[in-house]
């Protein structure tokens, strides 16, 4: 709701029941059907966004949030290239439609990213020479700084959007400067590749699983309403994932998950603390520690449907 003035109340009504009613591209056939980003508005300033399998076999999940004076872009997908996945341009055009719904002057965009692997950080050369455009880089250090984290990783500071606050911690594990984003409005907690449906690398169990501790203690103490991981590789079939490098899955469950899931993901890092190795559950499959031989499995099979023209 706007007020007098023009500016959006992002509290009042908080959170909002937004719109996660959506079928995602997920590698139609033929690749020419699927659009190489998908954009689905969660509400009037939230938006999802999704790179086609056809274009990364990663096909991230990526989160762009509006307030009264700047927007955030949560990662920037597995392609550099503006050519094969024109992320800047649909940003742009974002951002065009929404100012020309609400207008003001020098709006700006932040970059940052959920962590620091390269499928979620490719296309930050895209936004190099925009206007009015901070990119956070993807090092630990740069992260700390620019949203002024002194506490590593327990500290929950706020970034404000223009009356839109957004709660961020580290929670690394997966990555050492992995963080979350909790923003009250659309009451999704983003966890980028920390949890989600699919398969959770944890090379630093230890962190990983006081990293989960403090997901789900956040969860329960503020009014979570969805669970926003950056990818979705398992099947609607309990414990059955797709293979590493799937270009076609077609029988995904949603990407929202729910705080009880989350919990789930919690307690069996607990069960398996101590148990390097694969371990599959309905939901997500958790890799402790590097999992060399299985990730070798995963690659060599990854590699296999590749010569095979999957």
């Known amino acids: 709701m706007a007020t007098p003035n023009g500016l959006i109340d992002f509290v009042d009504g908080a959170p909002v029941a937004g719109d996660l009613d959506v079928r995602w591209i997920h590698g139609a056939k033929p690749a020419s059907s699927e659009p190489p980003i998908q954009v689905h508005a969660f509400d009037s300033h939230t938006f999802?966004?999704?790179q086609?399998?056809?274009v990364s076999r990663e096909a991230p999940f990526l989160y762009l949030f509006l307030g009264n004076e700047r927007a955030l872009l949560l990662d920037t997908a597995a392609t550099k290239s503006s050519a094969k996945c024109p992320l800047r341009p649909t940003i742009d055009r974002i951002l065009s439609?929404?100012?020309?719904?609400?207008?003001?002057?020098?709006?700006?965009?932040t970059v940052a990213h959920t962590h620091g692997h390269w499928d979620h950080v490719a296309g930050d050369p895209q936004f190099a020479d925009r206007p009015d455009t901070r990119t956070v880089a993807r090092e630990l250090p740069a992260v700390q700084d620019f949203f002024g984290i002194t506490n590593w990783p327990d500290q929950v500071v706020q970034?404000?959007?223009?009356?839109?606050?957004l709660d961020i911690f580290g929670c690394p594990g997966h990555h050492r400067a992995?963080?979350?984003?909790?923003?009250?409005?659309?009451g999704f907690l983003v966890t980028g590749?920390?949890?989600y449906p699919g398969r959770l690398y944890a090379p630093d169990f230890p962190a990983f699983a006081a990293s989960l501790d403090l997901l789900s203690a956040f969860a329960h103490t503020?009014?979570?309403?969805?669970?926003?991981?950056?990818?979705?590789e398992m099947t609607t079939?309990?414990?059955?994932?797709?293979?590493?490098?799937?270009?076609y899955q077609p029988d995904e469950p949603p990407i929202q998950m729910t705080v009880a899931q989350l919990d789930a993901v919690r307690d069996a890092a607990q069960s398996v603390a101590t148990r390097p190795g694969v371990h599959r559950f309905d939901d997500f499959i958790i890799y402790n520690g590097p999992c060399r031989w299985a990730m070798a499995k995963l690659i060599a099979a990854s590699v296999w449907m590749r010569l095979r023209g999957g």
């Open 178 to 186: 992995s963080i979350a984003v909790f923003d009250a409005w659309s």
């Open 222 to 232: 503020h009014d979570v309403r969805h669970v926003m991981g950056c990818h979705n």
């Open 193 to 195: 590749d920390t949890v």
């Open 237 to 247: 079939t309990p414990g059955r994932d797709y293979p590493l490098g799937a270009r």
């Open 48 to 50: 999802i966004l999704r």
């Open 52 to 54: 086609s399998k056809w």
């Open 159 to 165: 970034f404000d959007l223009g009356g839109r606050i």
């Open 97 to 109: 439609d929404w100012l020309a719904e609400h207008p003001r002057e020098n709006y700006e965009l």
